[in-house]
């Protein structure tokens, strides 16, 4: 499986991104999905999952300022970033959300400064 993600870029404080990470998963929609992020000196961590019947949960450093959704069509995930904060930079990633995961890709970098 390849995982493509994209969307990332400079944005101020208070700003907004939308990421999108592009699967070649067969039977996408069976798979629960999440969202990653890894700032310098940190490790990975789930900010956001979004199951297979479409129920979210969000890291409470996020919840109510990003919103994750999927296209299963498309086999692509989401993830809407709202009043972004400095804390907010790292590298975004996106994967099989629990223990066993796919490749991971290149991740697309989050910087939010002014």
């Known amino acids: 499986v390849q995982v493509v993600e994209s969307g990332g870029g400079l944005v101020q404080p208070g700003g907004s991104l939308r990421l999108s990470c592009a699967t070649s998963a067969s039977f996408f929609g069976i798979h629960d999905m999440a969202w990653y992020r890894q700032a310098p000196g940190n490790e990975r961590e789930v900010v956001a999952e979004?199951?297979?019947?479409?129920?979210?949960d969000y890291d409470e450093s996020v919840q109510g300022r990003f919103i994750i959704t999927r296209d299963n069509a498309k086999k692509t995930v989401y993830l809407q970033m709202n009043n972004l904060r400095p804390e907010d930079t790292a590298v975004y990633y996106c994967?099989?959300?629990?223990?066993?995961?796919?490749?991971w890709g290149q991740g697309t970098q989050v910087t939010v400064s002014s």
């Open positions: 979004i199951f297979s019947g479409g129920i979210t």
């Open positions: 994967n099989q959300f629990g223990s066993v995961f796919w490749p």
